[in-house]
């Protein structure tokens, strides 16, 4: 596992924590602004790992394919990364 990666796994670790608190929240009945804030730092820690992961994954695999001397891999990465962005931004 290489740097992003760890840092990629401690943010998915400390949003599942913060997930387990906002459903105790709920089940508790608790002010829905706070229940909110706690969502909102979820999705930030999200956004944060899916960086940290497309970072390595271009210093890595993406710099690989592209160093490569196969153009069907240099088109299957683009098509990759464009499916991950798209996604990211629905």
């Known amino acids: 596992m290489n740097q992003h990666q760890n840092k990629a796994t ?10 387990d608190t906002i459903i105790k929240m709920i089940e508790k009945g608790e002010y829905c602004v706070d229940i909110m804030q706690q ?3 979820v999705i930030g820690l ?8 497309m ?3 271009l210093n890595t695999c993406f ?17 990759e990364i464009l499916q991950v962005t798209k996604l990211l931004n629905k």
């Open 63 to 79: 710099k690989n394919a592209m160093t490569s001397n196969q153009p069907d891999r240099h088109q299957k990465m683009i098509q």
């Open 39 to 41: 969502n909102l730092a």
């Open 55 to 57: 970072e390595g994954h």
């Open 46 to 53: 999200l956004k944060s790992a899916h960086q940290l992961l």
């Open 10 to 19: 401690t943010n998915f670790k400390k949003a599942r924590t913060h997930l």
